[in-house]
C-alpha cells in the first residue's frame, strides 16, 4: 500500500474519532420524563440525569406494579423483587462473578489474533535523509499448554466466587422480603391502632355528652366535667399520633418495595391476620436452630468464600516454587513473506531471591484463609443468637397474646359495668373513664400482640432461612431448604 494513500487513511480516520469524541461530550437532549401521576412513580434526581438502568437479574420475570388495585403481602414482595436496587445490584454481581469465570476459563482455548503492522521511517543521512516503510500481515493462534496448575488454581476461584454471589443474591432476596413482610404488618397495625383509637375518640365524647347531661340534671357535680374533656384531648391526640405513624408506615413499605410514589395503598381487609393459635406447641429452639444452620444463605456464601480463599493460598504457593510453562504458536505470515511462523516455547524458572516477595505472598493468602475461618465460625454464631433472640421474642408475643385476650374481656365487662352502674345512679363518673381507660390500653396491647407476633414469626423465617422457598439458587448440587420441622428431634448440627 503506497504511503501517501496509508496516511490519507490515518488522517480521516482520525479526524472520524475526533469528531466522535466531541459529539460524545456534548449532552445529548434527554427524552422529556412523563409527569408524576397519583399512579405514576417520580423519578429520582439519579434516573433523571441517567435514565433507568436494566434491572439485571432480580429472580422475578415481571409483576404487576399498579398501586390503583388492592395491595396483598405476597404482591408487595413481589414488586420487592422487582424493584428493589439491592436485588438489582445483587443480580449484577453474579453477572460480573459469571464473566469471571469465563475469563479464567478462556485461559484453556487457543487466542487467535489476526495482526496488521506497518511501520514507516525517516533516518538522518549525511546530506540529507532516506525514507523506508515496511508491512507484515498474518494470523497467529497461540495456545497455552502447560503452566503448573495455575489455570486450574485460577478458574477454581473464580467458580467459588460465582458460587458465593449466588447465595449472596439468594441472602438478598430473603432480606428484602423480611423488610416488606415486617413494614407491610407494621402498616396493617398501626391502621388497626388507629381504629383503636377512633373509638375510644368515639366513646370519651360519648362520656363527656352524658357528663355534661348529668351535671345539667344536678347529679354531678361541675367539676367532674374537667376529667372527661381532657381525656377527650388526650384520645384525640393519641389518635393524630397513631393517624400520622400509619401515614409514616405507607412511606416506609414503598420504600421497602423500592417504589417512588405518593399513592395511598390499598390494603385488602382478607389480609389482616387471625390472632395465632395460642393453644399450638411449638417446634423446640434447636429445631430453627439447626434449620438455619443448614438453610442460610450467607453461610454458604461465606463457605464458598473460604474455598475461594483456599485457590488463592494454592496459586500462591505455586508462584513460589518452581514453575513450568510451554506455548505452542501457529501462525501463517502473509506480508512480506507468505509462510507457516510456527514455534513451541518451554520456559521453566524458580524465585531464587526476589526480597521475600513470594514468601509474603504465601502468608498472607494463609492468613486471610485462616481470617475467613473465623469470619465464618463468627456468622455461625451470630447465626444461632438471631434465631434465639428471634424465637424468645415470638413466644413471649404469643404469652402476651394470652394475656391481652383476657385482659380485653375483662376490660369490656368491667366497662359495660361501670357504665349501666352510672346509669343506675350508682356509679361515678370516674368509674365509667378509669373503665374506659383500661379497655383501651388492654385493645392496644392485643393489636401490638397479634401484629407483633407475626413480625417476630417473619423475623425467625428469616433467621432460619426459610422465608423465600421459592428461589433456588443456580449453583450445582444446591440443597434445597428444609422446613424447621425436619430438624425436630435433631441434636447434632446438620451442616450442607
Do not use: C
Not at 398 to 403: I, N, S
Amino acid at each position: 500500500m503506497p504511503f501517501y494513500v496509508l496516511r490519507s487513511s490515518l488522517l480521516t480516520g482520525l479526524i472520524l474519532l475526533g469528531s466522535t469524541a466531541a459529539l460524545a461530550q456534548v449532552p445529548q437532549a434527554m427524552p422529556p420524563s412523563p409527569a408524576p401521576g397519583p399512579n405514576r412513580a417520580a423519578p429520582t434526581p439519579a434516573q433523571t440525569r441517567f435514565g433507568l438502568t436494566s434491572n439485571g437479574k432480580t429472580g422475578v420475570e415481571s409483576v404487576d406494579t399498579s398501586l390503583s388495585s388492592p395491595l396483598t403481602l405476597q404482591r408487595a414482595i413481589s414488586i420487592a423483587l422487582y424493584r428493589q436496587n439491592s436485588i438489582a445490584v445483587a443480580g449484577f454481581g453474579i453477572e460480573s462473578a459469571r464473566q469471571g469465570v469465563t475469563v479464567a476459563r478462556s485461559a484453556y482455548y487457543p487466542q487467535v489474533v489476526p495482526n496488521f503492522q506497518y511501520q514507516a521511517n525517516l533516518t538522518p543521512q549525511r546530506g540529507g535523509s532516506s525514507n523506508s516503510s515496511s508491512t507484515a500481515d498474518g494470523i497467529v493462534a497461540k495456545e497455552l499448554i502447560l503452566d503448573s496448575g495455575q489455570r486450574e488454581a485460577t478458574l477454581g476461584q473464580a467458580r467459588q466466587s460465582l458460587f458465593a454471589q449466588q447465595y449472596a443474591f439468594a441472602d438478598t432476596r430473603q432480606q428484602v422480603i423480611l423488610a416488606v413482610t415486617i413494614d407491610y404488618f407494621n402498616l396493617l397495625r398501626d391502621r388497626a391502632l388507629t381504629q383503636v383509637q377512633q373509638e375510644n375518640v368515639r366513646l370519651q365524647q360519648t362520656n363527656v355528652t352524658n357528663i355534661n347531661t348529668q351535671v345539667a340534671a344536678g347529679t354531678e357535680a361541675a367539676v367532674d366535667k374537667l376529667q372527661g374533656v381532657a381525656d377527650l384531648a388526650n384520645a384525640q391526640v393519641a389518635l393524630l399520633q397513631a393517624q400520622t405513624t400509619a401515614i409514616q408506615d405507607e412511606a416506609t413499605l414503598k420504600n421497602a418495595m423500592g417504589v417512588i410514589s405518593s399513592q395511598h395503598l390499598d390494603l385488602p381487609a382478607s389480609e389482616t391476620p387471625a390472632a395465632p393459635d395460642t393453644a399450638h406447641t411449638p417446634l423446640p429452639l434447636e429445631a430453627w436452630v439447626n434449620a438455619a444452620y443448614f438453610n442460610r444463605y450467607d453461610v454458604r456464601a461465606q463457605q464458598d468464600a473460604l474455598n475461594a480463599e483456599g485457590y488463592n493460598v494454592r496459586t500462591a504457593k505455586l508462584n513460589a516454587g518452581i514453575s513450568v510453562q510451554a506455548n505452542i504458536t501457529e501462525g501463517y505470515e502473509i506480508d512480506p513473506i507468505a509462510g507457516e511462523d510456527r514455534s513451541f516455547v518451554v520456559a521453566l524458572s524458580y524465585p531464587l531471591f526476589d526480597g521475600g516477595l513470594t514468601r509474603a505472598q504465601v502468608k498472607a493468602a494463609e492468613s486471610q484463609q485462616q481470617s475467613d475461618r473465623r469470619n465464618l465460625d463468627e456468622l455461625e454464631q451470630n447465626v444461632r443468637l438471631d434465631v434465639e433472640l428471634a424465637y424468645t421474642a415470638r413466644e413471649q408475643a404469643r404469652q402476651q397474646l394470652v394475656a391481652s385476650q383476657a385482659a380485653v374481656a375483662a376490660g369490656d365487662a368491667n366497662y359495660t359495668a361501670a357504665s349501666q352502674r352510672l346509669r343506675e345512679g350508682q356509679g361515678t363518673v370516674l368509674d365509667v373513664l378509669n373503665a374506659e381507660v383500661q379497655l383501651v390500653t388492654a385493645r392496644v396491647s392485643l393489636v401490638d400482640a397479634i401484629y407483633g407476633f407475626r413480625v417476630e414469626q417473619a423475623q425467625l423465617e428469616r433467621d432460619a432461612g426459610v422465608n423465600d422457598t421459592a428461589y433456588v439458587p443456580s449453583v450445582p448440587h444446591s440443597i434445597r431448604i428444609k422446613a424447621p420441622a425436619a430438624f425436630a428431634g435433631t441434636a447434632m448440627r446438620m451442616a450442607p
